[in-house]
């Protein structure tokens, strides 16, 4: 594959929308932890792929049916080349992360009875932690959440003391969308698998669009993923799953594509990955993520993360002048990816988002679904940007400049 040598202002050109003009100020987009941009690339594959080989997929014999099928199939091989998964069968495409733990909770959550744990942590997303509430309640099973440290991180010590003979499912985040912090996930994964004999599953929600993936270092069981998140379309995720526990999973929906042969009152399932595929896919979709994948790796995964490095480097030592702001998340630039909430004490979070706004900067504001997280830090919401590879030091200085007007006019 043919590498771009990083160089932001040539990246910028891949993405148009980055180009205009918001309230008479040139536009800075600081949101991509709720959804990155897309490149040209991406927005032309999704085209040509509707403007010349749209069919329903696995479904019929014609020349359109044949192209679509394997424009799906050949998408699905890519992404599985990108996490390093051993077979590209192990890709479930789903609508998103949501979806992914949604499904993985629901049919291996399918074997565990009363006394079984279940362990997630304060740090995560809503969608890593309702679909395991939901499961607690239906199967009886306790759930168990690892508390944070002062700084952010996972307090691993509490964390090993919840985990033993009774642990069925570990599931945490890669990255905190609400704090930035990249947690130590292989070395937390050894540590699963020396107390527990727990299925291990991570949310990549954050940690796929930033970080080089490989699913079989990574020492995990199932992760997580949403393109909307790393330059791909909306509507389209994934979860990788090791084949053999897929496997033994029964189906999540029931419908099309997901049988092998139905009959009066009962049906047998499809392969693994078409089991959980009910219904006419996202084909358009896993073709735009596709094209995202080669993409970003085309940049070079290591490269955006020293790139989204830098910049927070930058913006920390920025916002660290202004009076009264308070960071969350570990100090260490290297302990975090490009996400940065923060709070000004005295203001409120939206109050600040608004002011930015008015000056073309656009952020977050609130509890971004990770309602444990601003609870542990006693506050009700923050203000959050969040950078990626398009992303530039005038951005962040941008940035900085808006804070401090927005301190300067709320605590006047
Ligand atoms: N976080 C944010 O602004 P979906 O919506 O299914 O693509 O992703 C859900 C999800 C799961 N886990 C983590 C860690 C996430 O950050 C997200 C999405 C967005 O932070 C929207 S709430």
Redesign the pocket.
């Known amino acids: 594959m043919q590498t771009i040598a990083f160089d932001v202002g040539s990246i910028r050109r891949d993405f148009p929308v980055l180009d205009q003009i918001v309230d008479g100020k040139p536009l800075v987009y600081l949101?991509s932890?709720?959804?990155s941009q897309k490149p040209t690339q991406v927005i032309e594959a999704i085209s040509r792929y509707y403007l010349r080989d749209h069919a329903n997929v696995h479904r019929g014999v014609h020349e359109l049916a044949r192209r679509a099928t394997e424009a799906y199939e050949n998408s699905r091989a890519r992404v599985a080349r990108w996490l390093n998964a051993t077979d590209a069968h192990e890709v479930v495409w789903t609508?998103?992360?949501?979806?992914?733990?949604n499904l993985v909770a629901f049919s291996l959550g399918e074997g565990l009875g009363p006394g079984d744990e279940i362990v997630v942590s304060e740090m995560?997303?809503?969608?890593?932690l309702v679909p395991w509430q939901l499961l607690a309640r239906r199967k009886g099973a306790r759930l168990r959440l690892a508390s944070l440290t002062d700084d952010g991180r996972l307090d691993l010590g509490h964390l090993a003391s919840l985990l033993g003979a009774r642990t069925r499912v570990v599931s945490l985040?890669h990255?905190?969308?609400?704090l930035g912090t990249i947690n130590p996930v292989s070395g937390i994964g050894a540590l699963v698998r020396e107390r527990s004999d727990a299925v291990f599953i991570l949310?990549g929600?954050?940690g796929a669009p930033h970080l080089p993936i490989d699913v079989q270092a990574l020492g995990c069981d199932f992760y997580?993923f949403?393109g909307?998140?790393m330059c791909g379309p909306t509507g389209i995720?994934g979860l990788w799953g090791r084949k053999a526990l897929l496997e033994e999973m029964p189906p999540y929906q029931g419908g099309g594509e997901m049988i092998e042969r139905v009959y009066r009152d009962y049906s047998t399932w499809a392969e693994v990955p078409h089991k959980f595929e009910a219904g006419t896919p996202n084909i358009a979709g896993a073709v735009g993520l596709a094209a995202a994948v080669d993409y970003l790796e085309a940049v070079g995964l290591d490269a955006i993360h020293e790139h989204e490095m830098s910049l927070t480097r930058r913006a920390l030592a920025l916002l660290s002048e202004v009076e009264g702001l308070r960071i969350l998340g570990p100090a260490e630039v290297e302990a975090r990816a490009g996400v940065l909430p923060f709070v000004i004490e005295g203001t409120s979070a939206q109050d600040v988002a608004t002011i930015l706004d008015a000056q073309g900067i656009a952020v977050?504001a609130g509890h971004?679904?990770?309602q444990l997280v601003v609870d542990r830090y006693g506050v009700t919401a923050t203000c959050?940007a969040?950078f990626y590879l398009y992303n530039s030091d005038e951005e962040v200085d941008r940035l900085a400049a808006g804070v401090r007007t927005a301190s300067e006019v709320l605590l006047c």
């Open positions: 949101d932890a709720a959804s609508r998103g992360t949501s979806e992914a733990l995560e997303h809503h969608s890593n985040a990255v905190s969308n609400a949310d929600a954050q997580a949403s909307h998140k995720g977050r971004h679904c990770a959050r969040s």
